[in-house]
Nanobody, 125 residues
Framework: VQLQASGGGLVQAGGSLRLSCTASGRTFSNYAMGWFRQATGKEREFVSAISRGGAGTSNADSVKGRVTISRDNVKKAVYLQIDSLKPEDTAVYYC???????????????????WGQGTLVTVSS
């Protein structure tokens, strides 16, 4: 699976962004999809994930109530809507694919098999 993330940019605190990740290659609907982020000097951390069919989702406590993850298996895409952005949301955001048959998507980076190149989100105060 090849993944391409997009939608990052510079936004003021309190604003919103919608990140997109498109896939090519293997059957997209076989994969749970996740979003992770990595700020400068910090480890990569989990943000949000969605199961194969979209029935199961999981969000990190740091973004709970501010993010919505969704997917379109026909378009082979996954989306992350982030609202009420904060300066601490500044990071490179990565999408990833996990060949996971379970309803509950994994929050662990090591469970994900394929990664996109990342898109930079910068939130100004």
């Amino acid at each position: 699976v090849q993944l391409q993330a997009s939608g990052g940019g510079l936004v003021q605190a309190g604003g919103s962004l919608r990140l997109s990740c498109t896939a090519s290659g293997r059957t997209f609907s076989n994969y749970a999809m996740g979003w992770f982020r990595q700020a400068t000097g910090k480890e990569r951390e989990f943000v949000s994930a969605i199961s194969r069919g979209g029935a199961g989702t999981s969000n990190a406590d740091s973004v709970k109530g501010r993010v919505t993850i969704s997917r379109d298996n026909v378009k082979k895409a996954v989306y992350l809507q982030i609202d009420s952005l904060k300066p601490e949301d500044t990071a490179v955001y990565y999408c990833a694919a996990d060949f996971n048959p379970y309803v509950s998507p994994s929050t662990l980076p090591n469970d994900y098999d394929y990664w996109g190149q990342g898109t930079l989100v910068t939130v100004s105060s």
